[in-house]
């Protein structure tokens, strides 16, 4: 740490397993970070990147600490960690990677890490694409053009990766529907059980579908 701030680098420093670290562990450390940076200029304050690296955490305020993600920032900031340094890093083990990647940028978390369709080590890492959609509607970024992702999509499955049939916008089976009552509303209008509204955030696939 110090040699990285002798050399006038930012260090970054990521926090492994955050979500089963104990806060006197974490905490501690933290700010001992901090206070070895405090020296140097502003340019140089340490980031930080809380992992839910087995995929533990939970986007729930009232829940004990380590498991709360939203809690675990809030206390970050609380220690002087400022939002635009502070990142989140989740997993998929247990299935909440998105609605944790949201509790953590409604908690002051400026930046999330994830993979484009959910690719990444076991169960996978956050899909940019699903964290983007809700941002959008949450209207806390530009919409970006999802239909890039098709490509990408086909790209996968070249190389034997494909996302599965079932997997949520992008999968070949995601918009389909066999229940007589779902089919026959999506004959005779489509946006009744479509997720989106807005025509320029739909893939041509999910179109097509």
């Not at 079932?166 to 946006?191: C, E, M, Q, S, V």
């Not at 479509?194 to 041509?204: D, H, I, M, N, V």
């Amino acid at each position: 740490m110090q040699a990285v701030l002798d050399a006038g680098l930012r260090p970054r420093l990521h926090l492994e397993d955050a979500t089963r670290a104990s806060r006197e562990f974490i905490l501690p450390f933290v700010e001992e970070v901090q206070n070895l940076a405090s020296a140097f200029p502003e340019a140089q304050a340490p980031k930080f990147r809380i992992c839910d690296t087995m995929g533990v955490g939970l986007p729930l305020e009232n829940v004990a600490w380590p498991r709360s993600v939203p809690g675990t920032v809030r206390e970050m900031r609380s220690a002087g960690v400022a939002g635009e340094r502070l990142e989140f890093h989740p997993h998929n083990d247990t299935h909440l990677m998105v609605a944790n990647c949201l509790a953590a940028v409604m908690a002051g978390c400026a930046a999330i890490n994830g993979t484009l369709l959910g690719k990444g080590e076991r169960s996978g890492n956050a899909p940019l694409e699903g964290v983007l959609l809700h941002l959008v509607g949450m209207r806390l970024t530009e919409t970006p053009n999802f239909r890039a992702l098709n490509e990408l999509a086909d790209l996968y499955a070249e190389m034997g990766q494909g996302v599965p049939a079932k997997y949520p916008l992008y999968g070949r089976d995601a918009h389909r529907t066999r229940a007589g009552i779902h089919a026959d509303g999506l004959n005779k209008f489509w946006p009744m059980y479509a997720p989106l509204t807005c025509p320029r955030c739909w893939a041509a696939r999910w179109k097509s579908a």
